[in-house]
């Protein structure tokens, strides 16, 4: 059983992952408002389940896991709900990147979520978030050699997808 100071000490250790959390809820959610909200509720559920964390283990992980699961459940449940008038289009005002390295990361970005669900979730694990095979394998609930197959797979399709409209290499 975890007491009261073990509590608190997993709380100050958690907000160290919040910046890696938004991360992973953006490439989830795919809307930077909604990430915020995954990770505030993300957040209060291992806050309110820290004394079910076992010291020793990958912190990190059971953090993504929380996420993920939180993820899902939200996603079938927003299934099954009618949905309202669509979003006010004041939130879709942007500017049009003028830097040659915005433009590319755009399209990097673009190419990215254009992947398969579960092929972009491991490219962004692996590649992005920097988690290791064993790491990203269990926040899924897979096995290693298939988030190997799924981050090569996806890194192939990524470059397929730029072909000519992607990042020029130059002549030394």
């Not at 975890?2 to 959390?21: E, G, M, N």
């Not at 964390?53 to 699961?69: C, S, Y």
């Not at 988690?131 to 290693?144: L, R, T």
Request: glycine content about 6%; proline content about 3%; hydrophobic content about 40%.
């Amino acid at each position: 059983m975890t007491t009261p100071d073990s509590v608190s000490d997993i709380s100050d250790d958690i907000v160290a992952f919040i910046p890696a959390l938004r991360a992973f809820g953006r490439s989830l959610t795919r809307n930077a408002n909604d990430a915020d909200d995954l990770v505030q509720e993300t957040l209060m559920k291992a806050i309110g389940a820290a004394h079910s964390f076992k010291p020793g283990t990958n912190l990190r992980a059971w953090l993504f896991t929380i996420m993920r699961n939180t993820f899902y459940t939200n996603a079938n449940r927003a299934r099954r709900e009618t949905t309202g008038a669509a979003d006010c289009v004041s939130g879709l005002v942007t500017t049009p990147d003028t830097q040659e390295w915005s433009v590319r990361g755009r399209e990097l970005m673009e190419a990215v979520d254009r992947l398969p669900h579960q092929f972009r979730e491991m490219l962004i694990l692996v590649v992005m978030l920097g988690e290791s095979y064993e790491q990203s394998a269990v926040i899924c609930n897979c096995a290693v050699g298939t988030v190997k197959s799924r981050v090569a797979r996806a890194r192939a399709m990524v470059i397929e997808d730029l072909g000519d409209s992607g990042p020029q290499r130059r002549s030394a």
